[in-house]
């Protein structure tokens, strides 16, 4: 006669070894997930940046006029980008001015974005841009207010972040108004040239002597 | 067949288990007291809108949790800042008066390890205060416990969000105790290096529209012997 109360508890026993297999390889297969799967993956735009005759790397971006253009705040103007933007009306905020851009690479396509902010006092008048490029960190630069012959301006790089962390040098801004009649075609542009130089590091001792 | 159910429904099962240890992990702790917190040295405090429609302007890709504001504010869709939200707002002093202005740029990292409890943030500030001058703050921020704490409880929640009291440090690094890099730019806090910590307090959260009632709070801390720098 056969036994049909052992050959059930059999199935149920392989049953039950087949869940908790399942628990395990489902505890492997998420944690395997997340360690070989990026979370986040950040489209990279190639870098293009020349070599300085006299030491350093040179990269320029620029801004489309006004396509470009996120947000205009200045207290004193009409104006303000985008419609409905609500600028504070502040006593202490009356002289600043901070504009939010998008910037792009020599080839046209945008990498980052950006702010420049301009405050103007009796004591100090400021003209500061930091750029933010989301693969590779932040630039933060301290205009010289005066602008230079040929409508620049200069300024030295302050601080930066991540791939601009070790780096100092300076950078240009620049307008460049765009003559050509095309329908489309931007208002001109603001040009930004940046240097960047890297930290020295000390000779080793034994260099030296040599 | 009842096999193959079995072990797909153990797969199931067993994944669930693994975000839950990890939601729930004991030994991903928040970092407590902000290092700030107990400095003797100045520190100036900044209180500023956390809520996008509380700011002066917010834009992201347009699909994020949180609308763009105002409405006709550009998008960043474009591939290289897709993952890049910006905000202007009023950054106001411990008395709630106006102090200055800020921008802040927040990229996701890349990072990110969620196995370690880091869901990783590289942002930037750049605050304009013309009582100071300019700061540049650049910083790492673990929004993990966030994350676990209102989130995912909102996620969970019947009604989709979730109401409390939840306060944390968002700074992570770069610096070794967990505060942010700070340079000055201009003003009295000129060529000045210092330290920082960005905190976030909410109140209500919604897993549909995000945050709905919340502040942040950024500390600086101005380096001791300031007097002597600016003689």
């Not at chain 2, 002066?56 to 699909?63: K, L, P, Q, W």
């Not at chain 2, 996701?108 to 001058?133: F, M």
């Not at chain 2, 306060?167 to 967990?178: C, I, V």
């Amino acid at each position: 006669m056969p036994d049909l109360a052992g050959e059930l508890i059999r199935g149920e026993t392989v049953l039950l070894k087949t869940f908790f297999l399942g628990i395990v390889l489902g505890l492997a297969a998420a944690a395997g997930a997340l360690y070989a799967i990026p979370v986040v993956d950040q489209v990279r735009e190639a870098s293009i940046v020349k070599v300085t005759p006299n030491g350093g790397n040179s990269e320029t971006f620029h801004i489309n006029v006004p396509m470009d253009r996120i947000v205009l705040g200045d207290a004193g103007q009409a104006g303000a980008v985008p419609p409905g933007l609500k600028w504070p009306t502040d006593e202490v905020l009356a002289n600043v001015r901070a504009e939010l851009f998008k910037i792009r690479n020599a080839r046209d396509a945008v990498v980052g974005v950006a702010v420049r902010a301009a405050a103007t006092s009796q004591e100090n008048s400021v003209i500061d841009w930091v750029l933010h490029l989301p693969a590779r960190g932040s630039l933060f630069v301290n205009m010289d207010v005066a602008p230079l012959e040929g409508g620049f301006r200069i300024g030295e790089i302050a601080s930066g972040s991540r791939e601009f962390a070790p780096l100092s040098g300076f950078m240009t801004e620049r307008w460049i108004q765009n003559d050509s009649n095309e329908e489309d075609a931007p208002a001109g542009r603001i040009e930004l040239s940046a240097t960047y130089v890297g930290q020295l590091d000390p000779l080793e001792t034994a260099e030296t002597v040599e | 067949m009842k096999y193959v159910v079995s072990l797909l429904l153990g797969l199931v099962i067993g994944a669930a288990l693994f975000v839950a240890g990890l939601l729930f992990n004991p030994f991903i702790a928040n970092r407590g007291l902000s290092p700030l917190s107990v400095t003797d040295a100045e520190v100036i405090t900044l209180n500023f809108a956390n809520v996008p429609a509380e700011s002066i302007a917010y834009t992201n890709d347009g699909e994020s949790l949180h609308d763009p504001y105002p409405e006709k504010v550009l998008q960043l869709w474009e591939a290289p800042i897709r993952s890049t939200s910006a905000m202007a707002t009023v950054m106001r002093d411990a008395r709630n008066q106006v102090a200055g202005i800020g921008v802040k740029f927040s990229s996701d990292s890349e990072s990110t390890r969620l196995l370690k409890g880091q869901a990783i943030v590289d942002s930037v500030w750049y605050v304009y205060l013309p009582e100071h001058g300019s700061l540049f703050i650049q910083q790492t921020e673990n929004y993990f416990p966030f994350v676990r704490e209102v989130a995912f409880p909102a996620w969970r929640s019947s009604a989709n969000s979730w109401r409390g009291s939840w306060l944390g440090d968002l700074t992570a690094g770069p610096g070794a105790l967990g505060t942010a890099a700070v340079t000055g730019g201009s003003g009295r806090v000129k060529g000045l290096r210092m330290e920082g910590v960005e905190s976030m307090s909410v109140s209500a959260f919604s897993a549909d529209i995000g945050l709905v009632s919340s502040e942040g709070r950024l500390m600086i801390e101005m380096p001791e012997n300031l007097e002597e720098i600016n003689e």
